[in-house]
């Protein structure tokens, strides 16, 4: 159900949170699918990027890199 998803995705956010970091979540439309994604950033130097990323492993959170 949409109302599921919607408050698995606002637990991402929070947990986000709770480590220090500020999240969005993004809707987007690939062909006939909608997904949505949790983003954190932006970053002004590629090391912090990097650091998040590196915590966010530690955390067991998958995260991909992604450029605006």
Known sequence: KFTDLIIVLNRCKANLALQGFDASIQKGVVGEKVWFR????????????NRARNELKEAGIDAVPARN
Do not use: E, L, Y
Not at 38 to 49: E, L, N, S, T, Y
């Open 38 to 49: 949790v983003k954190i950033g932006p970053f002004k130097r590629q090391d912090d990027a």
